[in-house]
């Protein structure tokens, strides 16, 4: 089992591996084998979030897997319904009780919710939690410019990281600008726009010249822009497919080929100004 992978630095001084698992639409009863399939292939880093329904198998594949918990890099996130103070406190208690565990090394607000006006609270309750050594690091996903700059200017204290919807064809590239001017660690999920990637001609033509996967190309991309990337796969082959990237290579004009696929209107999930469900 290789675990010789690339790690990022955030800005607080804790690392992650820059290559994680994605957990989003695991049933909860494939998600103790999919997770532990994960960690075999060579993953240390899983994402998981209350609205997943699957924290509890997440820490249960955590206990299972042999690998020490200090060796494993463990993220969740709080729900919308749960912004505030004291209800972002208690979400993430119930979070650390459903897995098990007595710290997560990366808590998450899920969505912004702007019209609940509630994510400076959340916000600040993560601040707490960070200073009691709970949640390692703490960051947000999905936060628009205008919200980042609402945190810095509410508490002085930028997330280390940002997760948001980045892949090919929709590359974000002013909100990775305002992320490295701050020092904020760009993480992508649906980092295969949900298999979208894998059918396009121009991934596929770079596939077939290095006799690899589209998937592979994609998160290869993603693996030289410097994002962290958490590919979700229910299936044991794949899981190990997405790992399978490190002797993969792209050369600058491959990677000025992929930068043309870019749409600014290519967003595959929910516009973070608006998203507002709160049922679960
Ligand atoms: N913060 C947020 O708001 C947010 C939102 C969405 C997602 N996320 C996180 O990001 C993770 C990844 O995003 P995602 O699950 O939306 O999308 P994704 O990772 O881009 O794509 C997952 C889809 O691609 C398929 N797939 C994966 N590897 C493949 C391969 N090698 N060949 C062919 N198909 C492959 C999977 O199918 P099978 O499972 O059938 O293999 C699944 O249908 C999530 O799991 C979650 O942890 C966060």
Redesign the pocket.
Known sequence: MSTNQPYLTFHDGNRAPQLGF?????KPEETVSATQAAVEAGYRSI???YI?HNETEVGQAIAQCGVPRSELFVAT?VWNNRHGHDSTKSAFQESLDRMQLDYVDLY?I??PVPKQKQYLQAWEALIQLRDEGRAKSIGV??FQISHLQQLLDGTGVMPAVN?I?L?PHFQQSELRAYHKARGIQTEA???????Q??LDPVILELAHAHQC???QITLRWHIQMGHMV??????AA?IR??FGLWNLHLTDAEMSRIATLDDPSGRI?PDPDTFSLMGD
């Not at 994605?22 to 695991?26: A, D, K």
């Open positions: 994605g957990t989003w639409q695991l994402d998981t979030a997943y996130k998450l899920h969505w996903c999905n997760q919807e892949h999920w649906s980092p295969l726009g949900r298999g990637m894998l996967t589209a998937a958490i590919p979700k796969s229910a299936h794949r497919e997405n999930g």
